[in-house]
């Protein structure tokens, strides 16, 4: 993936963790909060083709915790697993998938150093040819210095 997409898909995260927590002081005390659905739904920035979106909706499970100390410092948490139907592009094509699905994703954020990181996997059949079957894994990590340089950069795609 290049740097330049992850660089605003690690952006794009870091304005919806700020996004949580715009206006609020650190915390008296620790403060957590979980939010549960069985609603799944969201994108990841990867294609079977490369950079791009992934778009998947669906029922399961869907779990989130937010957890912020007095000095400010917070980790955000979420993990999704379910039936889903997903639209993905590979050689060219854009397909719908039906399957399984399961990701997590976290965020941890202090005044030296944020660290996002994901994994996703996907394993379904066409939705117009239930003969034709896919499998995708990605797993993704940003990490920013409290000079919000980024320090590590790493994405992997698998698709099958």
């Given at each position: 993936?290049?740097?330049?997409?992850?660089?605003?898909?690690?952006?794009?995260?870091?304005?919806?963790?700020?996004?949580?927590?715009?206006?609020?002081?650190p915390a008296s005390?620790?403060?957590?909060?979980?939010?549960?659905?069985?609603?799944?739904?969201?994108?990841?920035?990867?294609?079977?083709?490369?950079?791009?979106?992934?778009?998947?909706?669906?029922?399961?499970n869907s779990v989130?915790?937010?957890?912020?100390?007095?000095?400010?410092?917070?980790?955000?948490?979420?993990?999704?697993?379910?039936?889903?139907?997903?639209?993905?592009?590979?050689?060219?094509?854009?397909?719908?998938?039906?399957?399984?699905?399961?990701?997590?994703?976290?965020?941890?954020?202090?005044?030296?150093?944020?660290?996002?990181?994901?994994?996703?996997?996907?394993?379904?059949?066409?939705?117009?040819?239930?003969?034709?079957?896919?499998?995708?894994?990605?797993?993704?990590?940003?990490?920013?210095?409290?000079?919000?340089?980024?320090?590590?950069?790493?994405?992997?795609?698998?698709?099958?």
């Amino acid at each position: 993936m290049s740097k330049r997409l992850w660089s605003s898909v690690a952006a794009a995260g870091l304005l919806c963790v700020a996004a949580i927590f715009v206006g609020a002081t650190p915390a008296s005390a620790t403060t957590t909060q979980t939010v549960h659905s069985t609603q799944i739904s969201g994108d990841i920035p990867v294609t079977c083709d490369g950079p791009g979106d992934t778009a998947y909706a669906g029922t399961g499970n869907s779990v989130f915790h937010i957890t912020v100390n007095n000095a400010g410092d917070s980790w955000v948490t979420g993990t999704q697993e379910g039936t889903v139907t997903l639209q993905t592009t590979w050689g060219g094509v854009t397909g719908l998938w039906t399957g399984h699905m399961a990701t997590w994703f976290g965020d941890e954020s202090n005044n030296k150093n944020n660290v996002n990181h994901a994994t996703f996997d996907f394993h379904g059949t066409s939705t117009a040819d239930p003969t034709k079957s896919i499998s995708i894994h990605a797993a993704l990590q940003v990490t920013f210095n409290a000079n919000l340089v980024m320090t590590v950069n790493n994405a992997t795609i698998s698709c099958r």
